[in-house]
């Protein structure tokens, strides 16, 4: 027998389908991210820190000692995997991740602001530079938040707690009137 299962996206009944009118601070949840984790094995480390580095239109987020999200602003999940084992070679493991963790961009002026009634981390220009990231609760949620421009953050998360997210986030945002959609494709 045979199943086929059609995948959702866990906020498809939350967010508007097409992007509206976005306010100064913003909310935007891309779709179809390629996302990977990737783990270095005993004593590789270094070498897989080197190669991540170079690796491209590839953003890295680090996640612990010898382990890093990969996330891919254009390639398919396959194509990140297959690029991502012929770079590292025998030196990591790879797991795509694509469809069990979301990524929320959040952006605007207060978006330091929004995220301190979340987030208990210095999150000061000088503190959390640009590129920066760090694990860290949002409320009671465990999220990868990564800083990824002069006012945008990056937050990853398990898709089973995206819905839980989304809400805090646009609780933490109602003062600022934070708009929020899915990102436009291309």
């Not at 790879?94 to 979340?118: C, E, M, T």
């Not at 990564?146 to 707690?161: D, H, W």
Request: some cysteine; proline content about 4%; aromatic content about 6%.
């Amino acid at each position: 027998m045979t199943t086929t299962y059609i995948s959702r996206h866990p906020l498809e009944d939350r967010l508007p389908l097409e992007p509206g009118i976005r306010a100064v601070d913003h909310l935007e949840v891309p779709r179809g991210k390629a996302i990977a984790t990737v783990m270095a094995m005993d004593g590789e480390e270094a070498a897989v820190a080197a190669g991540l580095a170079a690796s491209g239109d590839v953003s890295v987020r680090f996640v612990a000692p010898g382990e890093w999200l990969a996330i891919s602003q254009s390639d398919t999940p396959e194509v990140l995997h297959r690029n991502l084992s012929l770079l590292l070679a025998e030196a990591a493991y790879i797991f795509d991740q694509s469809d069990g963790r979301v990524v929320f961009r959040l952006s605007g002026p207060n978006v330091r602001r929004i995220l301190a009634k979340g987030v208990g981390i210095d999150l000061h220009a000088s503190a959390f530079e640009i590129g920066t990231s760090s694990n860290v609760l949002c409320g009671h949620i465990s999220v990868n938040l990564a800083r990824s421009g002069e006012n945008e953050f990056e937050l990853i998360v398990m898709r089973s707690f995206a819905e839980s997210l989304f809400d805090d986030l646009r609780a933490m945002g109602r003062e600022f009137d934070l708009s929020a959609d899915f990102a436009a494709e291309g």
